[in-house]
């Protein structure tokens, strides 16, 4: 489980059809081979280690499901380690289990934020609310706005600062997962009400 709170930037140092190796510094501290990292949102399993890297298995369905498959040597890459037992949950309760890789299609000057409109997928659209929680990338944000296509969200100073969303421009796929508690409630009513339907 993660919080959505970007701890590092780390960097893409290979990269291939099984695996990444990424540079980091804090997340190595106390990382150990078989600990949970999430990278840009992703929860993978640490499997090799150096001084200043660590290495994640990806398997093909990570590659098709996120933008990881997109990504080149030198990009940057957010990363989280997992939350440990006794931490606090900043942003809300991230699983790493991306859904869909969406592009971005504008982004404006909101005054010191810059506001951000992606593309919806079609088979996200009932967990995407105005106001609610999304984690794209691995950052924890709140929705501003969401219509039949497309939803919009605003990064503060911060963010764009110590994220890899403030390299954000039209095109680039963002990495998403929707909130968790309104996934269960969205499937949890939907089988409720096919339930009496069929009665």
């Not at 093909?60 to 030198?74: A, I, M, V, Y």
């Not at 289990?97 to 506001?115: R, S």
């Not at 009932?126 to 691995?138: E, V």
């Amino acid at each position: 489980m993660f919080s959505g709170i970007v701890e590092e930037l780390g960097t893409l140092k290979a990269c291939g059809e099984r695996g990444l190796t990424i540079s980091a510094s804090l997340v190595l501290a106390d990382l150990e081979i078989k600990d949970s990292v999430a990278v840009d949102g992703t929860c993978l399993t640490v499997t090799e280690m150096g001084p200043d890297w660590f290495y994640v298995d990806t398997m093909p369905e990570t590659l098709r499901r996120t933008r990881l498959g997109s990504l080149k040597p030198g990009d940057k890459v957010n990363l989280e380690r997992s939350l440990p037992n006794q931490g606090r949950i900043g942003g809300h309760m991230v699983q790493g289990h991306i859904e869909a890789a969406a592009p971005v299609l504008n982004v404006t000057q909101d005054g010191m934020a810059l506001q951000v409109e992606v593309a919806l997928p079609q088979e996200l659209r009932s967990y995407i609310i105005p106001k609610g929680f999304i984690a794209l990338n691995g950052v924890s944000l709140t929705i501003i706005d969401v219509l039949a296509d497309r939803f919009t969200f605003a990064l503060i100073p911060y963010t764009q600062e110590h994220t890899n969303l403030g390299e954000v421009r039209p095109g680039m796929l963002l990495n998403i997962e929707s909130d968790i508690i309104g996934r269960y409630v969205v499937q949890h009513l939907q089988h409720y009400v096919g339930q009496e339907t069929s009665v």
